[in-house]
Structure formats: C-alpha cells, structure tokens
C-alpha cells in the first residue's frame, strides 16, 4: 500500500513497505524470519471483522522492504518500529509480534516506552534470552550455534531454508493435513526474496538479551507458545518467558510447531481475539 523511510544508504533512501487496512483501534503485526506481513493473512480478516484497524510492515531486508546492508539489530528494528509508528500517527496501539517480530516488540517498549502503546501480544517469543551463558544456563543454546545458523544461510541460504522449514512447520506431522505443499512452497519463495545480507544476519540477533527490557512492559500482555515448537523451545522461552513477566496472559497450543500461524490458525486466533476482548 505504501512505504515509509527509516533511514539512507548512501543517499538511497531505506523504505519499508506497509500495508494498512480497516478501522478502529490499531493493530501492528511484526511478522517473522524468513517471512514479511504477508505471513499474517491467517489472521488479518479475522481481526477487521472484529473491528480493528490492521497494520503490517515488511522488516528491513524482507519482504518488499529495501534491503540494506546495515542495521540488523534491535536497537534498529525497534527504530523501525517507531519510525513506523510516529509516520502513521497511531496511538493506543496493539503490537503482536510473531518470532523475531517478538524481539521489536520488547526492546521498542525498552527504548521508547509505552506511551503509543496499549496492549502487546508475543506470539512463538524469542523471550527473554536465548544465548546459553554463565548467567543463563537456560537458554536455548550458545553463541556458536547461532553462529553456525548464519554461517549455513550464508554459505547456501536456499538449502537452509528449505531445512529450516521441516523444524519451521513440523512437516513430517503437519503435512498435507495442517500445512499444504503449497503452502511451504510460498513460505520458501518468500524467504527466498529477503537480502542476503538480512538472511545471514538475521541469526546473529536472535540471542539478543532482552532480559532488562521485559520489566519495562507494564501494558496488558499475551504470551502464546506452541509445545512442538522445534525452532524455539517452549522450556527455553515461553514458559520462562512468563515467569520474567507474570502479569501477562500465558497460553499454551498442545502439539503446535513454531509456524503456528498457519498451521494452527483458528487456534491462535482464539487466543489472541479472547484476549483482546478481555483485557
């Protein structure tokens, strides 16, 4: 629908393509690694008809997004973020991030606060630290392993996400009766148009610590996990995600992979639309 600049290049402008729909109090939905807003078409229609105003971007580097060779990090994406949100004017606004589209939300309240913000919803969260070190012995693995993802995507990105997808959507369950071929084949072509340089960056901030922004969130939060999540373990995020902060609304989806927003649409719709009802 139209694009908003973030930033330059040498002197190329860095535009993010957004889409902006309905009406009412506004939603932005932060979408996940590989994918762009598009991977929200599970949820878009079911949030206009209950009367919300539905914001999605394509992250730098994806989607229909410039593709930059600088400023994958958090404390750009969040910028992003605001940039986006001053742009458009909103305000009492409900932020849903999906994966990586979690790690925005997190450090834009660090960053920025809450006064543009209403509600916020993490939906298959990189929260609150993934790195495995001395003072975390519970995340989900060291540095080296998500310098081995970046490596992989680098040297061969088409294959990696190829793999990456079968632990993504949990294909050897889901296939051809939660997930179509045709579907995966989508989610691989749009992962195959990110940048190279975004692609290959995008591991390296997946262990960003986020652990002093999350006390910062003091909105209404949702917190929602799949248990068959093999892309970012239940026992290494969400559930001690919702131990760093109690006061969000916790829900777990049984036998839900990390893709649960295809694969178990209807069901995080639920949740997410009984939350907004509610809180």
Known sequence: ??????????SVDIDLHYEDKGTGQPIVLIHGFPLDGNSWEGQTP????????????????????????????YDTFADDLHTVLETLDLHDVILVGFSMGTGEIARYI?????????????????????????????GAGPMSFFEGIAADVKKDRYAYFTNFYQDFFNLSENLGTRISEEQVRNAWNVAAGSGAIASAAAPLTWPTDFRQDIPKVTVP??????????ILPIDATGRRFTKALPAAEYVEIEGAPH??????????????????ARS
């Open 110 to 138: 660090g960053r920025h606060g809450e006064d543009r913000i209403a509600k916020v919803a993490f939906l298959a969260s990189l929260e609150p630290f993934l790195a495995i070190t001395d003072d975390n012995p519970d």
């Open 1 to 10: 629908m139209g694009t908003i600049t973030v930033g330059t290049e040498n």
């Open 221 to 230: 939060a949702l917190i929602v996990h799949g248990t068959a999540d093999n």
């Open 46 to 73: 079911a949030l206009l008809e209950a009367g919300y105003r539905v914001i999605t971007y394509d992250r730098r580097g994806f989607g229909q997004s410039s593709q930059p060779s600088t400023g994958y990090d």
């Open 259 to 276: 893709g649960l927003l295809t694969t178990h649409t209807a069901e995080v719709n639920e949740a997410l639309l009984t939350w907004l």
